[in-house]
């Protein structure tokens, strides 16, 4: 992968960054602060990638200050998160729906104060991490690729519903942001089932948002024993859809692609 590539994609995912987050900024948009942290996401896979298969190291260090802004935001997003599942759940509960949405407002209001600080950041943070890219060779990341579908094929062998179920989420999207940056590496040299991919780690997405939901629940301060329950119960049938996913891991995630058998 040539340099220019390297730059004309992180340029284009940079640019949506920024945009997602002065959207956020003018309006106080939910939608754009999910998307802005969507997009630091997609920009970490991508430096992930760069620095594990090249000498360019530094780049994860340099992209500090945005993940730092990343987790402000999050703070906010978590707040609006319990505000929905109170509402999808049916719990009404006043003075949590207060505190929830008054981490929301006084977040909001904050992250505005820090505007100038954290578009300087973003902006030194481009500069540096620009500056260090270089050239990668393409057959340094199919061997990445295949190295990593084989360490997650290896954790779920056995499934065990733990942080290293939802660490095996994180590879997986680390791979599946990049394939159409790495595309053209893994063309003739690996199958890549992006379909199978997402459906999976999507399907491990919901056992996580359903396993922080029932910690939500059942804190002192809701203490819903009837909601939890039903979580737990939702979960239990989530469970059994990953584990069906995830038997033969390797198999179906070098398969050639057939969309619908993963819908």
């Not at 640019?15 to 997609?42: N, P």
């Not at 399907?203 to 629940?217: C, K, T």
Request: proline fraction near 2%.
């Amino acid at each position: 992968m040539k340099k220019k590539e390297e730059i004309k994609y992180l340029d284009k995912e940079w640019k949506k960054m920024h945009a997602h987050l002065e959207a956020f900024l003018a309006s106080g948009d939910q939608e754009e602060l999910h998307q802005f942290r969507v997009q630091i996401k997609k920009l970490n896979a991508m430096l992930t990638l760069f620095e594990r298969v090249s000498r360019q190291h530094g780049l994860l260090k340099n992209f500090k200050p945005v993940k730092k802004i990343f987790k402000r935001a999050g703070q906010i997003r978590d707040a609006h998160t319990n505000l929905q599942l109170s509402a999808r759940f049916g719990v009404k509960n006043n003075a949590f729906q207060a505190s929830q949405q008054q981490i929301i407002e006084q977040g909001t209001s904050d992250f505005r104060q820090k505007e100038e600080k954290y578009l300087k950041n973003i902006k030194a943070s481009y500069k540096h991490i620009k500056k260090q890219l270089g050239r990668i060779d393409d057959n340094a990341i199919a061997a990445y690729y295949k190295t990593q579908l084989e360490q997650i094929a290896e954790a779920l062998e056995t499934p065990k519903f733990t942080d290293e179920m939802h660490d095996n989420r994180k590879l997986i999207k680390i791979l599946v942001y990049n394939h159409k940056l790495a595309n053209k590496a893994l063309d003739g040299a690996l199958h890549f089932n992006t379909d199978y991919l997402d459906a999976l780690q999507s399907r491990l997405g919901e056992w996580h948002d359903n396993v922080v939901a029932a910690q939500l629940f059942a804190s002192p301060e809701l203490n819903d024993k009837p909601v939890v329950t039903l979580i737990n119960k939702i979960n239990a049938g989530v469970k059994r859809a990953i584990k069906s996913l995830a038997t033969d891991f390797m198999k179906k995630a070098t398969a050639v692609e057939v969309a619908a058998k993963f819908n």
